[in-house]
């Protein structure tokens, strides 16, 4: 108990410490300063700007013995806002916020962290460590925190990029008969911020062309939520302490944005979320710098600090999710549903959280798709060649590519007998983005399939990653390929690859009975890892017109 209350006092003085940090900051709403913005946000930004030297306004204010109430401005609000459209909106309001991560570590809900590829490695070149080293110190140091398990997104990626091929095959045999539903090119749909821009910016014109494929992120959520129902429905604590709390570290601000998408919600209980938090690499390091870990000292290999997470255990397990092992069953921590479990809950028992990782901390080696986006052009060009033409490129075999005006615009062509079959590319920055989007409305548009990035430079660009110190001497482009170094090599931690139809844990879930029975584009995996979107309507403000 004394223990107990020590890591509740360090919470609610670390809250403190955040609320501090917050308020040096300044606004509440924060735009960063990226090069591949459209346009200035001058119909969100301009009513902010107010000199009171030069206003004639007066405010009175009427006597009430009523206490005024407080107004409250969530993500879902400012999806709808058109205002501003960049790549990364750092907004801190609302549900995503480090202040409302250690308020529910304060309140003793059982807290998962999931940690994408790209954050990792930016945290991995920020402390000088290897991504095994950075992975299992995070591990320690959120465990430290009170959090249940620490989890790689690896398989929540897999799955996406096998959903995300096997409708681009669906998309293009409608295609070739002339259907409505084979409309090319095919856009993709795991970046947040080109989502928003797509919805706000063209509505209706380009939205039938975007994969309805969830992101890797929102695939890992569904997947979380599903792997604890059982356990939540069985919890003696009911309501909001009952469930656990998801939340992942991603690379880029616009993931808040996308994890607060209604879409995203339990329809008959919106504050049930897949994933409820989403903070960034530069979050995390401010937050664990507030409090005092030193995750450079816990990650490297002759650390003396104690409780270093086991090798067997990619994970640190909280008993509230654990309590119930199958005896015998030789898989440590395995969730086993309790009577009166759902079917969804019944098909996931066999799963433990550990198993979506991609992380062997045994082996002390990960898996990631090779480039910085997440691999889904490249990827689903292999997957299509095969499938459409019986034509298997080897893995370990290149794709030729050419690149465009920049280094961000590639192509990809598939060439059969002399004749191009297929035509891929990859679109990162809105300048590309906006070329790309000029020539489908121009039906000029040769492309079958598109990679859509809003940053420049992929994921491991994102607006959300840790930056080098102002008088540290190290420029952007330096830290960006110490990013890419740890994400790609990593002191040959690194496997780079693609899933696999042979991986024990997607035979699991694409079973007859489980969670996603009958693998990628079934009625269940449509069911789970299918969106929609929305185009949003364009609001102008008076203030933000040229006269």
């Known amino acids: 108990h004394s223990s107990t209350l ?6 609610v003085h670390l809250e403190r410490q955040a609320r501090e940090l917050w308020a040096r900051m300044g606004f509440g709403v924060v735009l960063d300063d990226m090069s591949d913005f459209i346009a200035p946000a001058q119909a969100c930004v301009l009513p902010m700007q107010i000199d009171a030297r030069r206003t004639a ?13 407080v107004a409250k401005v969530t993500l879902t609000d400012c999806l709808a806002c058109s205002g501003c459209v960049t790549s990364a909106e750092t907004v801190l309001i609302g549900q995503q916020s480090m202040l409302e991560f250690l308020s529910q570590l304060r309140a003793g809900r059982v807290v998962i962290v999931s940690i994408s590829p790209a954050a990792r490695a930016s945290l991995a070149a920020h402390y000088s460590l290897t991504s095994m080293q950075a992975f299992a110190a995070l591990t320690l140091a959120f465990g430290r925190l009170g959090c249940g398990h620490v989890l790689d997104c690896g398989l929540g990626s897999d799955i996406s990029l096998l959903e995300s091929a096997a409708e681009f095959v669906d998309r293009f045999r409608a295609a070739r008969e002339g259907g409505r539903a084979g409309q090319l090119p095919l856009l993709s749909s795991s970046c947040p911020g080109w989502i928003c821009y797509a919805e706000k910016v063209h509505g209706v014109t380009l939205l039938p062309f975007i994969s309805r494929v969830k992101s890797p992120q929102q695939v890992m959520g569904s997947l979380v939520r599903a792997l604890l129902e059982g356990e939540e429905q069985g919890s003696a604590a009911g309501g909001e302490a009952g469930r656990a709390y998801h939340c992942a570290v991603m690379p880029c601000f616009d993931k808040k944005l996308e994890a607060s998408r209604t879409d995203f919600s339990d329809k008959d209980d919106p504050e049930r979320r897949d994933v409820d938090c989403v903070l960034s690499s530069a979050e995390v390091t401010a937050m664990l710098r507030e409090a005092a870990i030193e995750v450079r000292a816990l990650g490297l290999p002759d650390s003396s600090a104690p409780g270093l997470p086991d090798s067997s255990t990619p994970g640190i397990p909280d008993s509230s999710l654990t309590e119930s092992v199958s005896p015998g069953s030789g898989i440590p921590g395995s969730v086993v549903p309790r009577a009166g479990g759902s079917v969804v809950a019944q098909a996931a028992a066999a799963f433990q959280l550990a198993q979506l990782s991609n992380v062997d901390v045994a082996a002390g080696a990960f898996r990631v798709p090779p480039g910085g986006a997440g691999g889904y052009c490249e990827f689903v060009f292999r997957v299509a060649a095969l499938e459409l033409f019986g034509i ?3 893995d370990e075999q290149p794709l030729p590519w ?14 059969v007998d002399g004749e191009v079959r297929l035509t891929f590319a990859t679109a990162h920055g809105f300048r590309n983005i906006q070329n790309v989007v000029r020539k489908m409305k121009g039906g000029k548009c040769a492309y079958d399939y598109v990679e859509v990035m809003a940053c420049p430079g992929g994921c491991l660009n994102g607006g959300g990653q840790v930056r080098p110190v102002a008088d540290s001497g190290e420029s952007g482009k330096a830290r960006l390929l110490k990013v890419r170094d740890a994400h790609h090599t990593s002191a040959g931690e690194a496997q780079l690859g693609w899933p696999s139809p042979d991986d024990v844990r997607l035979r699991a879930l694409f079973a007859p009975g489980a969670l996603l029975a009958g693998g990628p584009m079934s009625d269940a995996s449509r069911a789970l890892l299918h969106t929609q979107y929305h185009a949003r309507e364009k609001l102008q403000s008076g203030l933000g017109i040229k006269w």
């Open 402 to 415: 050419t690149e465009g005006r920049n280094a961000d615009l590639r192509e990809v062509r598939l060439v």
């Open 57 to 69: 306004m007066q405010i009175e204010v009427e006597d009430s013995d009523r206490a005024p109430a």
């Open 392 to 394: 298997a490129i080897p």
């Open 6 to 11: 020590n890591v509740k006092l360090e919470l």
